[in-house]
């Protein structure tokens, strides 16, 4: 049996849907999927049993980012990644834009900022840590827009059209790197953006919609310059198996396909996100300045009266 540096066959059969979808977990994956559930899990139960609520819905959203990204790493789809460009920018395209704006929707860090308990007076326990780090110089960097579609993009262009991708490929740390990296630009790219958790940086609605189509287009225009090349441009994929019977240009031209078709899905969840947001946040709005209006209506009236009134003396 043939193996590549990083203990994956490469004998695999021609790829299915079926066969992609076989169980075979990366360890590392699975542990921190694991883990994840469980902290989340804990959280909302924290909360309910003092008689706090979370929304189901929230809970909904975090569970199923956790499952996109065990379907893409935790099944065969990963070791077909590992030999077939197609089958990779499936798994790079989920992790990196499906998985992140799942995960953000359900507000994981206001739930460990609502569940942990604070400490003593004079010490320093989890959630002043998690608060410290949400104010932090490196955290208002990262999740600037200045830095964030830079490096959205970078991880296109300077990952793939480089030989970093190839270093990247010739281990299962350097691999497991690679698509760890995929998922944490794509969550602080998209944090700023979604606007759920508290963060350093909170733009209003019309910016945060241009700050994401400042960066989609260049998915689209990456997955266009991969269908139109005349021959593969990614060494780790140039002699696929041939068991697999597929040929390497196709398969190049259909990972480009991949990518500039998935970059419209997280357009339209976030801009769908954006819009309930923005309509609920008019309708706080609403329902304070009505508030207001109940509470100071009648001395609002009385002024208005004797304003008129001292017009009327001046008339005189």
Excluded at 278 to 296: F, G, I, L, T
Aim: proline share 7%; hydrophobic share 50%; glycine share 10%.
């Amino acid at each position: 049996m043939d193996h590549s540096g990083h203990g994956m066959t490469t004998d695999l059969p021609p790829f299915t849907l079926g066969r992609g979808l076989e169980f075979s977990p990366d360890l590392f994956f699975l542990i921190g999927c694991l883990a994840g559930l469980g902290l989340y899990g804990w959280g909302v139960a924290r909360l309910r049993r003092r008689g706090d609520a979370w929304p189901v819905s929230r809970a909904v959203f975090f569970v199923v980012g956790v499952l996109t990204i065990a379907l893409v790493m935790c099944t065969k789809l990963n070791d077909y990644g590992m030999v077939m460009f197609s089958v990779h920018m499936v798994q790079h395209m989920v992790i990196s834009m499906l998985s992140p704006i799942l995960l953000l929707l359900g507000a994981p860090v206001t739930l460990a900022l609502r569940a942990l308990p604070v400490a003593g007076r004079g010490s320093t326990g989890p959630r002043e840590l998690l608060l410290k780090l949400l104010h932090s110089r490196y955290m208002k960097v990262i999740t600037h827009p200045g830095f964030t579609i830079p490096m959205f993009i970078a991880s296109l262009y300077a990952l793939y059209f480089t030989p970093l991708f190839d270093f990247l490929m010739e281990s299962k740390p350097g691999h497991i790197g690679m698509m760890v990296h995929f998922l944490m630009v794509g969550v602080v790219f998209f944090w700023p953006i979604m606007g759920v958790d508290p963060g350093p940086h909170r733009p209003g609605y019309v910016m945060r919609m241009l700050e994401l189509f400042a960066g989609m287009p260049f998915h689209a225009f990456f997955g266009i310059a991969l269908m139109m090349a005349s021959e593969p441009m990614v060494k780790a994929y140039q002699n696929p198996p041939a068991s697999l019977g597929i040929d390497a240009l196709a398969d190049q031209n259909a990972a480009g396909g991949i990518a500039w078709a998935f970059s419209e899905i997280p357009s339209v969840l976030v801009l769908i996100a954006l819009v309930y947001q923005w309509y609920h946040s008019e309708q706080r709005q609403a329902v304070r300045m009505d508030r207001a209006a109940d509470r100071n209506g009648d001395k609002d009236l009385e002024a208005y009266n004797a304003y008129l009134a001292s017009l009327q003396a001046r008339g005189r």
